[in-house]
């Protein structure tokens, strides 16, 4: 069971009661299921857990709902690969996937499920919408020590330019995305602090199927750059 959560999404402040977790082995996966439920609904979550692990990453998608991921399955594979790096996963499942208010309180309900396993430094990693859900996120939990946001949307992504200046940024674009700008991500970028990063993949798309290779390397860097005691 987790505590009560008061979440801030664009100065709307959302309660979220107390909250039960039911955690499910499923046999042959790398992951738990983990269902977060509350008086808003049920969230559910993949969980790839690492043994001991003082670091976590929460990982969100677009409006297309479900897992989402974009790059080729960059998130499953980043999640049963940074288990190695005594870093645990939760992948989350919007309950609204095209409402920013909603898809934030799940992202922070994620959150606080790592941090109720013992996780005290948490990076966020979102696709599209998912890039906004993500800042906002970080904007309520100082435990937030990296952010990345992927062919970011622009809304959503003011707070940016708040977050504790010991959260590390790395914002990822594509320069043909027909769905959301790269001047999503170079604006958030004029106004994120350092450490930041910006890349913008020649020729790839909204999802940047194009650059997976490159994005998977590139992230899993970050991560393992930035998250405390993760990097050997």
């Known amino acids: 069971m987790l505590g009560t959560a008061a979440i801030e999404v664009d100065t709307i402040r ?28 049920t969230t559910v979550c993949q969980y790839y857990e690492s043994a001991g ?6 990982m969100v998608g677009g409006t297309g709902g479900g897992f989402d991921t974009p790059a080729r399955r960059l998130y499953p594979r980043l999640a049963q690969d940074l288990r190695n790096d005594r870093i645990s996963t939760l992948r989350v499942q919007y309950r609204q996937p095209t409402d920013l ?29 998912g890039g906004a859900v993500a800042v906002q996120a970080a904007a309520n939990d100082p435990a937030v020590r990296v952010v990345v946001t992927l062919a970011t949307q622009a809304a959503g992504t003011e707070p940016i330019a708040g977050l504790p200046r010991r959260t ?11 769905v959301t700008s790269p001047r ?3 604006e958030a970028y004029r106004r994120a602090h350092e450490p930041r990063r910006l890349v913008v993949y020649e020729g790839a798309g909204h999802t940047l199927d194009e650059a997976a290779e490159s994005l998977y390397v590139e992230v899993k860097a970050w991560l393992l750059k930035h998250l405390p005691g993760t990097l050997v």
């Open 14 to 41: 959302v309660e979220v009661p107390q909250v039960t977790v039911r955690r499910m082995p499923q046999p042959g996966e790398a992951y738990d299921i983990v269902e977060i439920e509350t008086d808003r609904g």
């Open 168 to 178: 590390a940024i790395l914002l990822v674009h594509g320069d043909a995305d027909t």
């Open 53 to 58: 692990a003082r670091s976590g990453v929460v």
């Open 184 to 186: 999503s991500s170079e």
């Open 101 to 129: 208010v909603e898809s934030t309180v799940d992202m922070v309900l994620g959150m606080r499920y790592l941090e109720s396993r013992d996780v005290s430094a948490v990076g966020l990693i979102g696709h599209s919408l």
